[in-house]
């Protein structure tokens, strides 16, 4: 059953599987994506369901379809933890036995909300820097010991309890969406968007967001089939996926208008103003397909847009990192190393004749604390417009000082901060 294709009549019975087990999340009009898009902005809370992720729908619609034998079985599954997520709450209800693989990079928040989902019914394994290792653990213990490995998207069941997402949002819309704009890690909900539009909505058109440090699903589409990147930023860990699906690849492929990636720094930017206007918190997969929304698709067909926001399991410890990258994504704070001479009044003339009107100094460590003499100083300042940041640089360049800036994606840059 793995390799066949799903179809949008799977979603509609998933929907009947589903039933009211699930919730049936809002379909709210933002104001403020209205406001900068000058057109209808829909926002799918998949950040309330059930797990707080859209992941249960898709769970909970493979495991309801195994037989008595393969429930006596168990199951596992390999998740950076919605997906978990959404089997634990499916073993509960279900009295099935599981267990789940959750790479190290999991939040904290994430495994106690399994935890506290599952109960006794599921048990968790931690190992692995990324879900592709997780995942390559999981299915061996599956080939080891006959347990049902639950896919997190690249099944059919999967994809079409995830495509369900998409249904809800046409029942609920007063008007037609033109557009649906959709996170993509391995691709499932894509794919069960796809299969449904492209069924009962052909004219709709579809739009993935991926992160930019894990272009999994445009690196397939271009090499003409799945690769597995050598590396991933797992900053966004609910679509931090190294390689898409078979099955998702070739629905993605055949039936999706566009693919886009977004920087990590305005998927930040976009997670702090869901919560600021919106009151919403989304995990940074959640704020995926909002930014793009918000920034990276200047044309998209008149009409309503209605875009899914995927996730809100995100840890407020997390948040005093979003802040930072979204400050050095808009150019708000930038970071130098300051070598000061030791002579009276360095200090004096970097903050009267280096620094402007506006800028504050919100970093200042010796990268030597034992030998202060003979190290810079790592110094951060923020500036209230990006557009004095020239300004600034040529100070710098005119003061008797030995400055160098740090450049954001440079080994220097994450070593010191």
């Known amino acids: 059953m793995a390799s066949e294709l799903p179809s949008g009549v799977d979603v509609v019975v998933a929907a009947q599987t589903l039933g009211n087990t699930v919730r049936h999340t809002p379909l709210d009009l933002s104001l403020r994506l209205s406001g900068i898009r000058r057109q209808p902005v829909l926002l799918k809370r998949e950040d309330i369901q059930v797990g707080r992720s859209y992941k249960v729908r ?12 393969e429930r006596e079985g ?15 709450f499916a073993c509960r209800q279900l009295k099935i036995h599981g267990k789940v693989f959750l790479p190290s990079t999991t939040p904290r928040q994430k495994r106690s909300r399994i935890r506290d989902i599952g109960g006794r019914w599921i048990e968790q394994v931690i190992g692995g820097a ?46 037609i969406p033109a557009t649906v704009v959709v996170p ?11 299969i449904w539009l492209r069924t009962f909505h052909p004219e709709v058109h579809i739009v993935g967001v991926e992160p930019e440090g894990a272009r999994s699903m ?17 900053f966004a860990d609910g679509t931090a996926v190294a390689r898409v699906g078979d099955i998702t ?60 926001v995927s996730g809100g399991n995100n840890d ?34 970097f903050l009267d004749d280096v620094l402007g009107e506006g800028d504050d100094i919100v970093l200042f460590e010796y990268t030597k604390k034992n030998n202060r003499e003979t190290g810079p100083a790592l110094v951060g300042i923020e500036i209230d ?33």
């Open 249 to 308: 690849y070739r629905i993605a492929r055949d039936l999706v208008d566009e693919i886009i990636s977004v920087p990590e720094g305005a998927i930040c930017t976009e997670m702090l103003d869901l919560y600021q206007v919106e009151g919403i918190i989304a995990e940074p997969a959640g704020a995926l397909a909002t930014a793009a929304v918000a920034r990276f698709l200047p044309d998209l067909p008149d009409g309503p847009i209605a875009c899914i």
């Open 316 to 349: 407020v410890s997390r948040y005093d990192d979003v802040v930072e990258r979204s400050l050095v994504y808009e150019g708000l704070r930038h970071y130098f190393l300051v070598t000061f001479p030791q002579e009276p009044g360095a200090l004096r003339h």
């Open 218 to 234: 445009a690196a397939a589409l271009e090499a003409g089939g799945p690769v597995t990147l050598p590396e991933i930023d797992a």
């Open 184 to 194: 993509v890690g391995g691709g499932g909900l894509l794919a069960g968007t796809a």
């Open 58 to 69: 898709g769970a909970y619609n493979f495991i309801s379809s195994l037989s008595q034998e």
């Open 74 to 88: 168990g199951i596992v599954c390999a998740s950076a933890g919605n997906h978990a997520q959404g089997v634990a």
């Open 385 to 417: 417009d990006p557009a004095n940041l020239p300004g600034l640089l040529d100070r710098m360049e005119a003061s008797r000082l030995h400055i160098e800036k740090l450049e954001p994606n440079s080994p220097a840059f994450s070593f010191l901060l």
């Open 130 to 175: 990324t879900f592709d290792e997780a995942s390559a653990a999981a299915q061996e213990y599956s080939r080891d010991h006959g347990a049902t490995y639950v896919h997190p998207f690249d099944d059919p069941r999967t994809i079409a309890g995830q495509g369900t997402v998409v249904k809800e949002i046409f029942e609920q819309a007063s008007e």
